[in-house]
């Protein structure tokens, strides 16, 4: 009987992250059984794959989570002037 061999995973792509803001990592979730006082329910997450710097906005709805992306990448557009 041989032993089960595990299958290596290709090394990381090297132009996933190239600079900062290139590619960013989202995700929301919810809703949690234990709200903010501000009555809050969902988290959403933003990371930045090349310096994993982390947002984190609170919200009362899923709703809200399109609305403060486009704010969210507008801001990155003015305050970094990187294109977006």
């Excluded at 929301?28 to 709200?35: D, K, N, S």
Aim: glycine fraction near 2%; aromatic fraction near 8%.
């Amino acid at each position: 009987m041989d032993k089960s061999k595990k299958k290596s995973h290709k090394p990381k792509s090297k132009d996933t992250n190239q600079e900062k803001l290139y590619l960013l990592h989202m995700d929301l979730c919810g809703p949690i059984h234990v709200e903010s006082v501000n009555g809050k329910k969902y988290i959403l997450t933003i990371v930045d794959d090349y310096s994993r710097f982390t947002w984190v906005k609170c919200l009362r709805s899923k709703d809200e989570a399109l609305v403060f992306i486009i704010k969210f990448l507008k801001m990155i557009q003015v305050r970094l002037k990187v294109p977006v």
